[in-house]
C-alpha cells in the first residue's frame, strides 16, 4: 500500500476501531485513539521528511482508476490520485504533529460521550490529511465535506451554552461555500475533460476569460468563508468561543488553513491571471482583517473570544501575503499558515487549561496567575511572544516576509497591515498583564493547580517549533521553495500576457504621397 494511502486512511481504521468498543470502555478508546494518531503522525512526518523541496513535481504520488462523469467531450475520468509537493507538505506535517496534542487535550475536557467524539476526531483527521493530499479535484472535494462535518457533531453536541446558535451559523456559511465551489468543480469538469488538478492547471487558460473570471470568484468565495476574510468571519468567533478546547484547537490549526491551502492551491495556482486582477481588492481584504481583527480582539472580556477574533487578524497576512503574487509574500503565507496553527493552538490550549480550573474565561476574573501558576505563565508569555511576532520566534519570520513581498505589490497596503502590528502587541500584551500580573484579586484563584506532566509535556512540542522556526526558518522554508519558484514563474508569464494585451497598440507609419514627395 502507498505511504500516502495508509497516511490518509489509518485514521478511519482507528475509527472503526473505536466504534467497534463498548460505550463504557472509554480507556480503550482513548488508547486507540491516541496509538491511532500517534501512528499517523509518525508515518506523516517521515513522507514530509523524505520529500525534495527543491523539485516543484509531486511526490509519493498514486493514482487509481476510481469512476467516471460526464463531460462535454466525452466521459471524465475521476481518479483515486494522491500527491505530496511544496504547497501541501508543511500542511501535512502540521495536521500530523496536532493530531496526538489535540486528543491528549481531551483528557482535561471531555468526559460524556468520549466514544462519539474520538470517532469524530478521527474521521475528522482522515478529511483533513485528504484535503491537503488529493491530486483530484472531485477526491478533493470529498474529503472537504468529510473533515467539515465532524466539527459540526463536535461543536453541537460538545460545545457551550450557545452551541446551537454557533453550530446552525457554521452549517450555513461553510454549506454556502461548499455548494457554490461545487458549481465550479461540474464546470470545470465539464469543459476541460479531466479531473487531474496539474492536467487543469495546465489546461484552464484554454477557457474564454469571462469563464475564468466567474470560476476563480465562485473558488475564491468558498475559500474566504472557510479562512474567514472580513466581511465573512461573523461564524469564527462564535464558533470558537463555544467549540471545547480540541475542536478549537484543531479548527485553528488546520481547518481554517484549508481555506487558505484552496486560495493557493485552486485561485492563485490555477488562475495566475485573474489573481493578479483581483490582486488589489483580495489584499485589501486581507489588510482590513488584519486592523478589523486586531480592533475586535482589542474589546473583548471573553479571553477565547479574543483569540478566536485574532484570528481573524492574523489569517488577513496570509491573504496579503498570498495575493501580493511575490515570491517573499508566497513563502511568507505558507510559513505563516503553519506559523499560526501552532501559536493560536498553543493559546486555545492554555485557555483551555485556565477554564477547566476556574470555568470562567473572562479577563476580569483573573489577575495574579503567574505568582500561582509560574509554569503555566511562561508558557503563556512565549505564545503571547510568538504570536505578536518578537525575533526569535516563529511569528517574525512569517510576518516579515509577507509584509516585504506585500510592500513590494503595493506599499501603501502594506503601510496599512503593519499597522496590524502594533494593534497585535497592543491587544496580546494589555490582556496577558490583565491576566497573568499584578496581585491575586479573586479568592479562587489563590489555590489554583499549577500545570500537570500531561500539560506540560501537549505544549513542548509546540513551543520547540515556535523557537526552531524562528531561529532555523529554512529548514521549513526550503521544502517549499521547489513549488513556489514554479508558481512564481507561472504569475510572471500571466503578468507578461497581461502587460502585453493592455499594452496600447501603436499604428504603423505609412508615408503618404505628399510626404515622399
Given at each position: 500500500?502507498?505511504?500516502?494511502?495508509?497516511?490518509?486512511?489509518?485514521?478511519?481504521?482507528?475509527?472503526?476501531?473505536?466504534?467497534?468498543?463498548?460505550?463504557?470502555?472509554?480507556?480503550?478508546?482513548?488508547?486507540?485513539?491516541?496509538?491511532?494518531?500517534?501512528?499517523?503522525?509518525?508515518?506523516?512526518?517521515?513522507?514530509?521528511?523524505?520529500?525534495?523541496?527543491?523539485?516543484?513535481?509531486?511526490?509519493?504520488?498514486?493514482?487509481?482508476?476510481?469512476?467516471?462523469?460526464?463531460g462535454a467531450s466525452g466521459s471524465v475520468p475521476i481518479a483515486f490520485k494522491l500527491g505530496l509537493d511544496g504547497i501541501s507538505v508543511l500542511m501535512v506535517a502540521l495536521t500530523a504533529l496536532l493530531g496526538p496534542i489535540v486528543?491528549?487535550?481531551?483528557?482535561?475536557?471531555?468526559?460524556?460521550?468520549?466514544?462519539?467524539?474520538?470517532?469524530?476526531?478521527?474521521?475528522?483527521?482522515?478529511?483533513?490529511?485528504?484535503?491537503?493530499?488529493?491530486?483530484?479535484?472531485?477526491?478533493?472535494?470529498?474529503?472537504?465535506?468529510?473533515?467539515?462535518?465532524?466539527?459540526?457533531?463536535?461543536?453541537?453536541?460538545?460545545?457551550?451554552?450557545?452551541?446551537?446558535?454557533?453550530?446552525?451559523?457554521?452549517?450555513?456559511?461553510?454549506?454556502?461555500?461548499?455548494?457554490?465551489?461545487?458549481?465550479?468543480?461540474?464546470?470545470?469538469?465539464?469543459?476541460?475533460?479531466?479531473?487531474?488538478?496539474?492536467?487543469?492547471?495546465?489546461?484552464?487558460?484554454?477557457?474564454?476569460?469571462?469563464?475564468?473570471?466567474?470560476?476563480?470568484?465562485?473558488?475564491?468565495?468558498?475559500?474566504?468563508?472557510?479562512?474567514?476574510?472580513?466581511?465573512?468571519?461573523?461564524?469564527?468567533?462564535?464558533?470558537?468561543?463555544?467549540?471545547?478546547?480540541?475542536?478549537?484547537?484543531?479548527?485553528?490549526?488546520?481547518?481554517?488553513?484549508?481555506?487558505?491551502?484552496?486560495?493557493?492551491?485552486?485561485?492563485?495556482?490555477?488562475?495566475?491571471?485573474?489573481?493578479l486582477e483581483a490582486a488589489p481588492w483580495m489584499m485589501g481584504l486581507g489588510a482590513a482583517g488584519i486592523v478589523y481583527g486586531a480592533w475586535l480582539a482589542s474589546a473583548q472580556n471573553d479571553i477565547k473570544r479574543l483569540v478566536?477574533?485574532?484570528?481573524?487578524?492574523?489569517?488577513?497576512?496570509?491573504?496579503?501575503?498570498?495575493?501580493?503574487?511575490?515570491?517573499?509574500?508566497?513563502?511568507?503565507?505558507?510559513?505563516?499558515?503553519?506559523?499560526?496553527?501552532?501559536?493560536?493552538?498553543?493559546?486555545?490550549?492554555?485557555?483551555?487549561?485556565?477554564?477547566?480550573?476556574?470555568?470562567?474565561?473572562?479577563?476580569?476574573?483573573?489577575?495574579?496567575?503567574?505568582?500561582?501558576?509560574?509554569?503555566?505563565?511562561?508558557?503563556?508569555?512565549?505564545?503571547?511572544?510568538?504570536?505578536?511576532?518578537?525575533?526569535?520566534?516563529?511569528?517574525?519570520?512569517?510576518?516579515?516576509?509577507?509584509?516585504?513581498?506585500?510592500?513590494?505589490?503595493?506599499?501603501?497596503?502594506?503601510?496599512?497591515?503593519?499597522?496590524?502590528?502594533?494593534?497585535?502587541?497592543?491587544?496580546?500584551?494589555?490582556?496577558?498583564?490583565?491576566?497573568?500580573?499584578?496581585?491575586?484579586?479573586?479568592?479562587?484563584?489563590?489555590?489554583?493547580?499549577?500545570?500537570?506532566?500531561?500539560?506540560?509535556?501537549?505544549?513542548?512540542?509546540?513551543?520547540?517549533?515556535?523557537?526552531?522556526?524562528?531561529?532555523?526558518?529554512?529548514?521549513?522554508?526550503?521544502?517549499?521553495?521547489?513549488?513556489?519558484?514554479?508558481?512564481?514563474?507561472?504569475?510572471?508569464?500571466?503578468?507578461?500576457?497581461?502587460?502585453?494585451?493592455?499594452?496600447?497598440?501603436?499604428?504603423?507609419?505609412?508615408?503618404?504621397?505628399?510626404?515622399?514627395?
Amino acid at each position: 500500500m502507498n505511504n500516502l494511502t495508509l497516511l490518509v486512511f489509518l485514521p478511519l481504521v482507528g475509527a472503526l476501531l473505536v466504534a467497534a468498543t463498548p460505550k463504557a470502555a472509554v480507556s480503550a478508546q482513548r488508547a486507540i485513539t491516541l496509538v491511532t494518531m500517534l501512528a499517523t503522525m509518525v508515518l506523516g512526518l517521515s513522507v514530509c521528511l523524505d520529500f525534495d523541496g527543491a523539485s516543484a513535481a509531486a511526490q509519493h504520488v498514486i493514482e487509481r482508476p476510481w469512476f467516471s462523469l460526464p463531460g462535454a467531450s466525452g466521459s471524465v475520468p475521476i481518479a483515486f490520485k494522491l500527491g505530496l509537493d511544496g504547497i501541501s507538505v508543511l500542511m501535512v506535517a502540521l495536521t500530523a504533529l496536532l493530531g496526538p496534542i489535540v486528543v491528549l487535550s481531551t483528557w482535561g475536557h471531555i468526559h460524556e460521550r468520549v466514544k462519539e467524539f474520538m470517532v469524530w476526531l478521527l474521521v475528522m483527521q482522515t478529511g483533513m490529511l485528504g484535503v491537503f493530499l488529493s491530486l483530484d479535484l472531485v477526491l478533493f472535494y470529498v474529503f472537504w465535506e468529510v473533515s467539515l462535518v465532524p466539527l459540526y457533531f463536535i461543536l453541537g453536541i460538545w460545545g457551550g451554552d450557545r452551541r446551537l446558535y454557533a453550530t446552525i451559523k457554521f452549517f450555513l456559511y461553510t454549506l454556502s461555500g461548499s455548494l457554490v465551489m461545487m458549481i465550479a468543480v461540474i464546470a470545470l469538469l465539464y469543459q476541460l475533460g479531466t479531473a487531474d488538478i496539474p492536467t487543469l492547471i495546465e489546461r484552464v487558460s484554454s477557457l474564454p476569460h469571462g469563464t475564468q473570471v466567474w470560476m476563480f470568484g465562485a473558488f475564491a468565495l468558498a475559500f474566504c468563508i472557510k479562512v474567514p476574510v472580513m466581511p465573512f468571519h461573523t461564524w469564527l468567533p462564535d464558533a470558537h468561543t463555544e467549540a471545547p478546547t480540541s475542536g478549537s484547537v484543531i479548527l485553528a490549526g488546520v481547518l481554517l488553513k484549508m481555506g487558505t491551502y484552496g486560495l493557493l492551491r485552486f485561485c492563485i495556482q490555477m488562475f495566475p491571471g485573474i489573481s493578479l486582477e483581483a490582486a488589489p481588492w483580495m489584499m485589501g481584504l486581507g489588510a482590513a482583517g488584519i486592523v478589523y481583527g486586531a480592533w475586535l480582539a482589542s474589546a473583548q472580556n471573553d479571553i477565547k473570544r479574543l483569540v478566536a477574533c485574532s484570528s481573524v487578524s492574523h489569517l488577513g497576512y496570509v491573504v496579503l501575503g498570498l495575493f501580493a503574487l511575490t515570491q517573499a509574500g508566497l513563502r511568507g503565507s505558507v510559513l505563516q499558515m503553519v506559523n499560526h496553527g501552532i501559536s493560536t493552538g498553543l493559546l486555545f490550549l492554555l485557555v483551555g487549561m485556565i477554564y477547566e480550573r476556574r470555568h470562567t474565561r473572562a479577563l476580569d476574573q483573573y489577575g495574579g496567575i503567574a505568582s500561582v501558576m509560574p509554569v503555566y505563565a511562561v508558557f503563556f508569555v512565549v505564545t503571547v511572544l510568538s504570536s505578536v511576532g518578537l525575533p526569535g520566534l516563529n511569528g517574525f519570520v512569517g510576518e516579515y516576509l509577507i509584509l516585504l513581498g506585500s510592500f513590494q505589490a503595493s506599499p501603501w497596503i502594506a503601510a496599512v497591515s503593519v499597522t496590524g502590528v502594533i494593534f497585535g502587541a497592543v491587544y496580546l500584551l494589555m490582556a496577558t498583564r490583565k491576566f497573568l500580573w499584578g496581585p491575586v484579586t479573586h479568592k479562587a484563584n489563590e489555590g489554583l493547580a499549577d500545570l500537570g506532566a500531561r500539560e506540560v509535556g501537549l505544549m513542548v512540542p509546540l513551543v520547540v517549533l515556535c523557537f526552531w522556526i524562528g531561529f532555523a526558518p529554512n529548514t521549513f522554508l526550503d521544502r517549499t521553495d521547489g513549488s513556489i519558484d514554479a508558481l512564481v514563474k507561472r504569475i510572471d508569464a500571466a503578468r507578461a500576457v497581461r502587460t502585453a494585451a493592455l499594452a496600447p497598440v501603436e499604428a504603423p507609419l505609412v508615408a503618404t504621397e505628399g510626404e515622399t514627395r
